[in-house]
DNA sequence: GGGCCCGCAGGG
DNA sequence: CCCTGCGGGCCC
């Protein structure tokens, strides 16, 4: 018999007493975990008792030895601070998370947090904590087993070499090793605890968003919907600046609270995602970010058009689109139609005629350019666009929209070892505006010009922002909304509706947490199942083919929870936070239950418009804001309360999918457009896609059925070999791939 | 090194 | 919702 400690309810796994006596209970002064001392194979003498550490966190005993070092000084430093008698249990637990956590002690932190006494927060707290570092945790992962903990906490044990849950022993699936996703309901109800702590940052959207902002990690990150891990598909990592994603101009020092430098000529970034979290540029494919009837903010040199042509201090740069992006294609180097000024090339030329400065970011990837930076992306300042035209461009067929940059920077640029920025200086000629048509250049006074005694600097009010300052992502601003909308709930119904069962639709009872993150009541999740075994016989023709394993998708997503099922363990955790905050929403006498939950259900209104969005269409409106801006860093406060719901998961929706049938009537439980079946490779994909596209009279026959038939949750298994692929024609169910047809409504009841 | 893939983000 | 898009990882 293998060591084991208690589990996550203090039964011994060993011997199966419950509760054993205080007294026999072992503490690892390393991982927290209590033993039962009678069942240890080797138990301790009892003067080490104190400075005991369990058989997983010995590496003497360790069956698999732990690979040499991070790992090693880890559980060596961590046993450093828990003999050290100087510090109290308070401060050993502080000095283990900041182990753990890498980096250095902070000694401020949440020291005097706890005087107010919020009862969402102690509730949250009090059943919640990491296991490893005894606090709430950041980013909270789930194992299989039902135990909760810091993201970085449980890597930092994986990373020492544990495949075992720090708490009940159970062994880590490889996957969930390899890549724990976060649990990000949990996430919300901490957060949302959080800010309820703090009512007075509460009401202002700025406040949520830079709350909700400041919980993304530092860097690009995986979801769970993602495949892969690496930044390929990553998500952004939060925003450091706090400048509105329309915001024009430098990033000045007032919107860096971390530097309080702004950001400067020069920086560079490892790659497109993190340039964007510095918000010199936003999109992370785009090369150009901006409004069609507002302006563009800036662009990116990275090599994306060869008509792109770099002199430093100023450069000709290319429009987007006129280019084939079916089959799912981001890029494409082939021009095959013309440009026009339309979209984000409308927003440059608004940029043109207003005298806008446009930051200009450089990529390594421009490889026909002096001024490119070896690695990574640099902001160079900002630009101001002189002119901009239509020609036919270098491929010599269609036309692509040209735009003649001139640097209007006080700050010197890269290459340069001027100590000083841009001077005004006269326009290139450019020769090739001979046979440019649809020139477009400015009239009025710029924006942006030069003074002589300040430099560069905004002579006519920069427009008003029109979006609230950034988030980081969509789901950011759907948080905001909902938080903001549902302000009048009390926060222990406001935390109970992040604990929704998606397949219920009410209050999770018993939850289970995926392998993916996602939380279902135990019965609900494994009556969704019902009926499957987990292998399936197959025959054909009288003989039996090799049986197959039946693959049980999360109702959520994607991802194949069927080992996950096979022995699923309730967070308790969890289960004990909702069952407090029940008692606490129904001590507070609200009767609001009720109405949540047809909320829950009902969500059909939508719809709104998002007219405070979109007031300020008119542009003449600027110069009458000027008195009010002088400092150019008024925004609109934009009324948020009133987004549109959620509607990702709603029961009920009538869009048509095809799936492919096979003799097994299979069935499609996918919500989200776009989303791959469980199991399908790159090469599958290619094959459907190939399929689609020339076999229309020879394919698996296709039967087209409806999503809420599917959601009523009839019929059984889930293996699905049909793909559907939002993007264009790889749509498996449109042979047609031109682009007209692509633009037909495809949804055919 | 070129092609493919596909989640993400933003515009409209 | 649906379309677009000067990414980044990986496979061939």
């Given at each position: 018999?293998?060591?084991?400690?208690?589990?996550?309810?203090?039964?011994?796994?060993?011997?199966?007493?419950?509760?054993?006596?205080?007294?026999?209970?072992?503490?690892?002064?390393?991982?927290?975990?209590?033993?039962?001392?009678?069942?240890?194979?080797?138990?301790?003498?009892?003067?080490?008792?104190?400075?005991?550490?369990?058989?997983?966190?010995?590496?003497?005993?360790?069956?698999?030895?732990?690979?040499?070092?991070?790992?090693?000084?880890?559980?060596?430093?961590?046993?450093?601070?828990?003999?050290?008698?100087?510090?109290?249990?308070?401060?050993?637990?502080?000095?283990?998370?900041?182990?753990?956590?890498?980096?250095?002690?902070?000694?401020?932190?949440?020291?005097?947090?706890?005087?107010?006494?919020?009862?969402?927060?102690?509730?949250?707290?009090?059943?919640?904590?990491?296991?490893?570092?005894?606090?709430?945790?950041?980013?909270?992962?789930?194992?299989?087993?039902?135990?909760?903990?810091?993201?970085?906490?449980?890597?930092?044990?994986?990373?020492?070499?544990?495949?075992?849950?720090?708490?009940?022993?159970?062994q880590i699936p490889a996957k969930m090793a390899a890549q724990p996703r976060i649990n990000s309901a949990l996430v919300e109800v901490i957060r949302m605890a959080k800010i309820s702590k703090n009512p007075n940052s509460a009401g202002s959207a700025g406040a949520y968003q830079y709350i909700r902002n400041d919980d993304r990690p530092d860097k690009a990150f995986t979801t769970e919907r993602a495949?892969?891990?690496?930044?390929?598909?990553?998500?952004?990592?939060?925003?450091?600046?706090?400048?509105?994603?329309?915001?024009?101009?430098?990033?000045?020092?007032?919107?860096?609270?971390?530097?309080?430098?702004?950001?400067?000529?020069?920086?560079?970034?490892?790659?497109?995602?993190?340039?964007?979290?510095?918000?010199?540029?936003?999109?992370?494919?785009?090369?150009?970010?901006?409004?069609?009837?507002?302006?563009?903010?800036?662009?990116?040199?990275?090599?994306?058009?060869?008509?792109?042509?770099?002199?430093?201090?100023?450069?000709?740069?290319?429009?987007?689109?006129?280019?084939?992006?079916?089959?799912?294609?981001?890029?494409?180097?082939?021009?095959?139609?013309?440009?026009?000024?339309?979209?984000?090339?409308?927003?440059?030329?608004?940029?043109?005629?207003?005298?806008?400065?446009?930051?200009?970011?450089?990529?390594?990837?421009?490889?026909?350019?002096?001024?490119?930076?070896?690695?990574?992306?640099?902001?160079?300042?900002?630009?101001?666009?002189?002119?901009?035209?239509?020609?036919?461009?270098?491929?010599?067929?269609?036309?692509?929209?040209?735009?003649?940059?001139?640097?209007?920077?006080?700050?010197?640029?890269?290459?340069?070892?001027?100590?000083?920025?841009?001077?005004?200086?006269?326009?290139?000629?450019?020769?090739?505006?001979?046979?440019?048509?649809?020139?477009?250049?400015?009239?009025?006074?710029?924006?942006?010009?030069?003074?002589?005694?300040?430099?560069?600097?905004?002579?006519?009010?920069?427009?008003?922002?029109?979006?609230?300052?950034?988030?980081?992502?969509?789901?950011?601003?759907?948080?905001?909304?909902?938080?903001?909308?549902?302000?009048?709930?009390?926060?222990?119904?406001?935390?109970?509706?992040?604990?929704?069962?998606?397949?219920?639709?009410?209050?999770?009872?018993?939850?289970?947490?995926?392998?993916?993150?996602?939380?279902?009541?135990?019965?609900?999740?494994?009556?969704?199942?019902?009926?499957?075994?987990?292998?399936?016989?197959?025959?054909?023709?009288?003989?039996?083919?090799?049986?197959?394993?039946?693959?049980?998708?999360?109702?959520?997503?994607?991802?194949?929870?069927?080992?996950?099922?096979?022995?699923?363990?309730?967070?308790?955790?969890?289960?004990?936070?909702?069952?407090?905050?029940?008692?606490?929403?129904?001590?507070?006498?609200?009767?609001?239950?009720?109405?949540?939950?047809?909320?829950?259900?009902?969500?059909?209104?939508?719809?709104?418009?998002?007219?405070?969005?979109?007031?300020?269409?008119?542009?003449?409106?600027?110069?009458?804001?000027?008195?009010?801006?002088?400092?150019?860093?008024?925004?609109?406060?934009?009324?948020?309360?009133?987004?549109?719901?959620?509607?990702?998961?709603?029961?009920?929706?009538?869009?048509?999918?095809?799936?492919?049938?096979?003799?097994?009537?299979?069935?499609?439980?996918?919500?989200?457009?776009?989303?791959?079946?469980?199991?399908?490779?790159?090469?599958?994909?290619?094959?459907?896609?190939?399929?689609?596209?020339?076999?229309?009279?020879?394919?698996?026959?296709?039967?087209?059925?409806?999503?809420?038939?599917?959601?009523?949750?009839?019929?059984?298994?889930?293996?699905?070999?049909?793909?559907?692929?939002?993007?264009?024609?790889?749509?498996?169910?449109?042979?047609?791939?031109?682009?007209?047809?692509?633009?037909?409504?495809?949804?055919?009841?």
């Open positions: 018999m293998p060591d084991l400690p208690c589990d996550g309810d203090g039964v011994c796994m060993v011997c199966r007493a419950a509760s054993p006596p205080e007294v026999d209970l072992l503490r690892c002064t390393t991982c927290a975990t209590p033993w039962h001392s009678p069942c240890l194979s080797k138990p301790p003498a009892l003067a080490d008792a104190a400075s005991w550490s369990c058989p997983d966190c010995s590496p003497d005993s360790s069956p698999a030895p732990a690979p040499a070092g991070p790992g090693n000084d880890l559980v060596a430093a961590i046993r450093a601070i828990e003999a050290d008698q100087t510090l109290s249990d308070q401060e050993k637990a502080r000095r283990r998370q900041a182990l753990l956590a890498g980096s250095a002690p902070a000694a401020d932190d949440d020291e005097d947090e706890d005087d107010a006494a919020d009862d969402a927060l102690e509730i949250v707290g009090k059943n919640f904590s990491c296991v490893f570092c005894m606090k709430l945790p950041e980013r909270p992962v789930t194992t299989p087993c039902g135990h909760n903990f810091c993201l970085k906490c449980f890597q930092k044990w994986i990373q020492s070499g544990k495949r075992t849950c720090g708490k009940c022993r159970a495949k892969k891990a690496g930044k390929a598909n990553a998500s952004s990592g939060q925003i450091f600046v706090t400048i509105a994603p329309d915001h024009f101009g430098p990033i000045l020092p007032e919107n860096d609270p971390r530097r309080n430098i702004g950001v400067r000529v020069g920086e560079t970034w490892e790659d497109r995602l993190e340039c964007r979290q510095w918000g010199a540029h936003f999109p992370h494919v785009a090369g150009i970010a901006g409004q069609s009837t507002y302006g563009a903010q800036s662009v990116a040199l990275s090599g994306g058009y060869e008509d792109d042509e770099d002199h430093g201090e100023w450069f000709l740069y290319t429009g987007s689109g006129g280019r084939d992006l079916s089959g799912n294609k981001r890029t494409n180097k082939e021009q095959s139609s013309d440009q026009k000024f339309e979209k984000l090339n409308a927003a440059l030329r608004i940029s043109c005629l207003r005298g806008y400065p446009v930051r200009v970011v450089r990529s390594h990837k421009e490889k026909r350019s002096s001024y490119a930076p070896e690695s990574g992306v640099r902001y160079d300042g900002v630009y101001r666009i002189e002119k901009c035209w239509r020609k036919i461009g270098i491929q010599g067929k269609f036309k692509v929209c040209r735009y003649l940059f001139v640097r209007c920077d006080n700050e010197p640029a890269p290459w340069t070892s001027d100590d000083h920025g841009d001077r005004p200086r006269p326009l290139p000629k450019i020769k090739e505006l001979q046979g440019a048509t649809d020139i477009t250049e400015r009239k009025g006074r710029p924006s942006w010009d030069y003074d002589e005694k300040e430099g560069w600097k905004w002579v006519v009010a920069p427009p008003v922002s029109r979006k609230p300052v950034l988030s980081g992502d969509p789901e950011t601003d759907k948080q905001i909304r909902r938080v903001t909308k549902r302000a009048h709930m009390s926060v222990a119904e406001r935390l109970l509706k992040e604990f929704g069962c998606s397949i219920c639709r009410s209050v999770i009872k018993e939850p289970l947490t995926t392998p993916c993150a996602h939380n279902f009541c135990k019965t609900c999740l494994l009556g969704a199942y019902d009926s499957q075994s987990s292998m399936r016989e197959r025959s054909r023709g009288g003989r039996t083919l090799r049986a197959q394993k039946i693959v049980k998708p999360c109702p959520s997503c994607p991802t194949d929870i069927c080992d996950f099922l096979e022995n699923p363990q309730i967070n308790r955790e969890m289960m004990e936070l909702i069952e407090s905050l029940q008692r606490k929403a129904v001590e507070e006498g609200d009767n609001k239950v009720a109405s949540d939950d047809a909320d829950e259900c009902g969500d059909g209104e939508s719809e709104e418009n998002d007219a405070a969005l979109v007031k300020e269409e008119d542009d003449n409106s600027l110069n009458e804001e000027e008195e009010d801006n002088a400092d150019g860093s008024v925004k609109i406060v934009v009324d948020i309360e009133e987004g549109k719901d959620d509607k990702k998961t709603k029961m009920g929706v009538t869009e048509v999918v095809d799936v492919i049938v096979d003799e097994n009537a299979v069935k499609e439980t996918k919500k989200r457009k776009g989303d791959a079946e469980t199991g399908t490779d790159g090469a599958t994909a290619k094959r459907m896609k190939n399929m689609a596209a020339t076999e229309e009279g020879t394919r698996t026959p296709v039967k087209k059925i409806r999503k809420s038939d599917v959601d009523e949750g009839n019929g059984s298994p889930v293996v699905s070999s049909g793909r559907r692929v939002t993007r264009s024609s790889a749509n498996a169910s449109e042979a047609d791939d031109s682009p007209a047809r692509r633009t037909r409504s495809r949804a055919r009841a």
